[in-house]
């Protein structure tokens, strides 16, 4: 295990999620949690090196999202994960009382993934698939070419790419009005737009007929062997729902990703979020692969 360095380490964390994709929730969309403000602390994040000094895996803890992010390469996770889950738990008490802290942190893993599943549960990890009206489980959806029909706008809406770094406090503002939530910052936004599978024209907003930001869809496209895109995050005000904004919105953000060379494009929700999962499902997004969604609450020092 070694120390994290931002700007340093951010490629190799990358390109080992990009060497095994089908073990990974997030690809493409993977520099967008990269530039977090949770890795502004190096505390927040543990890497292992292999006894070559390659990067056999990694760990963070995503406050934004509550969500512990792992990766691995396969022939490490075996031994790597286990003390992942064990270095996550120390780091969650350390800092619980912090503005890193939470009581409860999440994993998110295939619903395929047998053994990663096992583990989690060896520490101490409950899916959250089932306990009643709380329960909780997600679903990574896919979309094929061809493109989508693109939605009628209502007169004065226009769809346009983000205006830069100059429209990024703006952006700020909608994405916290749109999730309740003050998690975005500027300085994360504008990290964003620097990352590695941004892509400026499938970087998209919504503007309503007075000039205001209306609703925001962000695209990423990873190219490989087979060119992935992947939608995070997106969202809609909420004075502008319920009038076709969203799916005009999505469909202009599938045919940016599309025309910039991605064979599918993919986007996770929760699946009980069903005003979210009606929208991707309307334009043709099916499941590809489930998600379980795994808890454990944090243990305090003397607990």
């Given at each position: ?83 992942a889950l064990e270095w996550a ?63 009628v706008l209502p007169d004065g ?147």
């Amino acid at each position: 295990m070694r120390p994290y360095t931002r700007g340093r380490d951010d490629a190799a964390m990358l390109a080992l999620v990009l060497g095994d994709p089908a073990a990974n929730l997030h690809t493409a969309d993977l520099p967008y949690r990269l530039c977090s403000w949770a890795l502004d602390d190096p505390a927040n994040v543990a890497l292992w090196d292999d006894a070559r000094g390659r990067l056999a895996g990694w760990a963070t803890l995503q406050t934004p999202f509550w969500t512990i992010d792992l990766a691995f390469r396969r022939d490490s996770e075996a031994d790597l994960l286990p003390r992942a889950l064990e270095w996550a738990d120390r780091r969650a008490a350390a800092a619980r009382a912090t503005s890193y802290g939470h009581p409860a942190w999440y994993v998110n893993a295939f619903a395929d993934q047998g053994d990663r599943l096992r583990r989690l549960e060896a520490a101490g990890y409950a899916c959250q698939a089932d306990v009643g009206e709380d329960s909780w489980s997600r679903v990574l959806l896919e979309r094929h070419a061809p493109p989508p029909d693109r939605g009628v706008l209502p007169d004065g809406f226009v769809i346009r790419p983000l205006a830069g770094e100059r429209e990024v406090d703006a952006y700020v503002e909608l994405h916290r009005e749109t999730f309740e939530s003050r998690n975005m910052t500027p300085a994360w936004r504008r990290r964003t737009l620097l990352a590695p599978h941004h892509r400026p024209e499938a970087d998209l907003v919504l503007v309503a007929p007075d000039g205001r930001l209306a609703g925001f869809c962000i695209g990423w496209l990873a190219e490989g062997s087979v060119p992935v895109g992947q939608i995070e995050p997106m969202g809609i005000a909420c004075p502008y729902r319920d009038r076709g904004l969203g799916a005009a919105l999505l469909a202009e953000g599938v045919h940016a990703l599309l025309a910039a060379g991605a064979r599918h494009v993919t986007v996770e929700t929760d699946t009980f979020r069903t005003p979210a999962l009606g929208l991707y499902e309307s334009l043709r997004f099916a499941p590809a692969r489930g998600v379980l969604v795994y808890r454990k609450d944090v243990d305090l020092p003397g607990d």
